[in-house]
């Protein structure tokens, strides 16, 4: 089975479905993407890209919610959880402007540092 995302005019995800193999592949039965997004094209309408559990296609599994950035990065993004964190495009995930101390701790965006949290005994 292979996973797909459906984007709206700003390329954000708006729908993900799976996709029977057969419907993917071509007559040597190889899975090919433009297969699988002009048969949910024509069934679906929109525009599909290609997303997997792994990370092996666009870095990222697909959410709703999520951005597709094309290429050079290709990749699916999820979406930002702090306006201050910057986007790692070798990922496509995003990273605090300061890294996280050990233990347990909540980013503070306003004061642009990690707060400890209260672990329960």
């Known amino acids: 089975m292979a996973h797909f995302a459906k984007l709206d005019e700003n390329n954000i995800v708006t729908q993900v479905v799976v996709v029977n193999n057969k419907d993917t592949a071509d007559a040597f039965g190889v899975e090919k993407e433009h297969i699988g997004a002009a048969h949910l094209e024509k069934i679906l309408g929109g525009t599909w890209k290609q997303t997997s559990y792994?990370?092996?296609?666009?870095?990222?599994?697909?959410?709703?919610?999520?951005?597709?950035?094309?290429?050079?990065?290709?990749?699916?993004?999820?979406?930002?959880?702090?306006?201050?964190?910057?986007?790692?495009?070798?990922?496509?995930?995003?990273?605090?402007?300061?890294?996280?101390?050990?233990?347990?701790?909540?980013?503070?965006?306003?004061?642009?540092?990690?707060?400890?949290?209260?672990q329960n005994a």
């Open 54 to 118: 792994n990370g092996n296609i666009r870095k990222n599994y697909a959410g709703i919610g999520y951005s597709y950035m094309p290429p050079p990065i290709d990749g699916f993004v999820p979406p930002q959880p702090f306006e201050s964190w910057n986007l790692d495009p070798d990922t496509c995930q995003w990273a605090p402007p300061v890294a996280m101390p050990e233990g347990m701790h909540a980013w503070d965006d306003d004061a642009q540092t990690w707060v400890a949290v209260a």
